[in-house]
């Protein structure tokens, strides 16, 4: 990260949603910390994954960056510039470049919309070319996903979910944006046709230069796509890698219990202990000092009473874990 | 959508109540629509010399205590009864998708609207018809607009409920990231995937708006006499209940066979478009 800015920079991004109490008097009796200040960028053409259990945050971050909801605190700036606080006018010309794939491929497409109509849309929204170019790019589009044209005059729901997700990709595509949130975008989907998404997705990336911020709730998958991987706990990202290194050599007590989870496909291989006990605690009442503290394995008074600072150990290897030794 | 318009009529013509309430429908309608052919004789012309007619020639249904044909009455009390009943359905429908499309989108006004809609609530319907009807005096335009009145919160009700459910689509968080702006959202994606409810609601409403009609020209707040509607029919021939019953009957089955068909028609739209909505209607 040097030299030029990032495309993409969060710093300090937060979220809390009010917990309200009360009928004709309104008053916060609280907060659901979904976001409790998270820092990372993501270089052009890179893939950021951001990975943690379902509840940590990692879908809230992917929207704040989108603006689809907004951060209670902290800052977004794409290719240098400062998103949060622009008003939805001024916005509307940076969602051309960042784009989102959702996780569920058949609530992202809407039923009444024929997909010559569904890829078309945001074109359409921001008044790129006439009815003819539209439909060039349309017939662009549904070949680099890999779908026969004839495909262009039907509904969502005479697809399966991989050709949805295709399809949802191919609306993502339109604008040519330079960054696109992929939202756990193969998780719903059967496992043979996750690694054609995953394929695709990364065949887009090299074509394109796309950047990717990709979040998954487990490593197995991350580990073919990312170039680096966050690790969200709680709201915080508690360790952050370049994805050799992470998968190699993890350092926090909660990506190794990550790392231990993900299935090896050697049934000779012995069966990992299970480290992790107990569930994610409520981000409405986070533990005090570092969140993991309540399952972690090697737990000691200062982490029980003292938060982590995210901390370089090497070279992009950042770790908020006191019993990391720098 | 041929595809799946297709299907849709396909299952629609498999559900025997809704083709009942079509056919049934379909009767009443086409009484209103061809009222000029069917009728044999001026619906408001008396015939002083046959007054109480039974049924026969030339005066198919018989005539009713000013001799006036009840066939001809009846056939343009549809075109009347009917009409009242679209236009409230028409502008029920209207004010209720823009009240329950605005409160559903923008939750800003979600509570000041919908607490506004409450309020008309509260008040049993027929009784604010009446109220709003007597206020402003008997005609059907003013009948039109009591109706309206009543039924517009009902409308916004459903509209909302299916609003807030659509509005948390992906895919109006698609429209979102794109940078869509309200009005597209609210007309491309979140209007056409509310529709199957209303559709159904309207259908209904319609049905109570019929129904509603004639409670209030009975009672003299509709479209005044000697204008035939089948409310204005069913409280001329209340007088003669026991010397000429077929005065208030004929009327009387034309509501009821309207509404009824309705309802089938309704019922069956709903199973078809939209199985989660059985539930209760008042």
Known sequence: MTGAPPLLAVAGLKKHFPITRGVLRRRQVGAVRAVDGVDFTVAAGETLAL??????????????????????????????????????????????????????????????????????????????????????????????????????????????????????????????????????PVSALDVSIQAQIINLLEDLQRDFGLAYLFIAHDLGVVKHVADRVAVMYLGRIVEEAPKRRLYAAPRHPYTQALLAAVPVPDPLARKAPAVLSGEIPSPASPPPGCHFHTRCPHAIARCRAETPALRGIADGHRVACHLVAA | MPGKARGLVRRLLRHRLFVTGVILFGLMLALAVFADLLAVAAPERMHTRFRFRGPGWPFPLGTDNFGRDLWSRLVYGARLSL??????????????????????????????????????????????????????????????IALAVVYTPRTARIVRSTVLVVREMEYVQAALAFGARHRWIILRHILPNSLAPLIVQLTFIFAYAVLAESILSFLGVGPPPPTPTWGN??????????????????????????????????????????????????
């Open chain 2, 83 to 144: 009409g009242i009943g679209f236009a409230v359905v028409v502008v029920a429908g209207i004010a209720g998708t823009v009240v329950g499309l605005v409160a559903g989108y923008f939750r800003r006004l979600d509570e000041p609207l919908m607490r506004a809609m409450d309020a008309l609530m509260a008040f049993p319907a027929i009784l604010l018809a009446i109220a709003i009807a007597a206020a402003l005096g008997p005609s059907a335009v003013n009948a039109v």
């Open chain 1, 51 to 184: 990975v943690g259990e379902s509840g940590c945050g990692k879908t809230t971050t992917g929207r704040m960056v989108l603006r689809l909801i907004e951060p209670t605190a902290g800052s977004v700036r794409f290719a240098g510039e400062e998103l949060t606080g622009l008003d939805v006018e001024a916005l509307r010309p940076h969602r051309r470049e960042m784009q989102i794939i959702f996780q569920d491929p058949y609530g992202s497409l809407d039923p009444r919309m024929t997909v010559a109509e569904i890829l078309a849309e945001p074109l359409r929204i921001h008044g790129v070319g006439d009815r003819a170019d539209r439909r060039r790019r349309v017939a662009e589009l549904l070949a680099l996903v890999g779908l026969p044209q004839a495909h262009a005059q039907r509904y969502p729901h005479e697809f399966s979910g991989g050709q949805r997700q295709r399809l949802g990709i191919a609306r993502a595509l339109a604008l040519r944006p330079k960054l696109i949130v992929c939202d756990e």
């Open chain 2, 233 to 282: 029919m069913i409280a001329e021939g209340k007088d003669y209940l026991r010397e000429a019953p077929l005065l208030a009957l004929y009327p009387g089955i034309a509501v009821m066979l309207t509404a009824l068909g309705l309802n089938l028609l309704g019922d069956g739209l709903r199973d078809v478009l939209d199985p989660r909505l059985r539930v209760q209607h008042d």
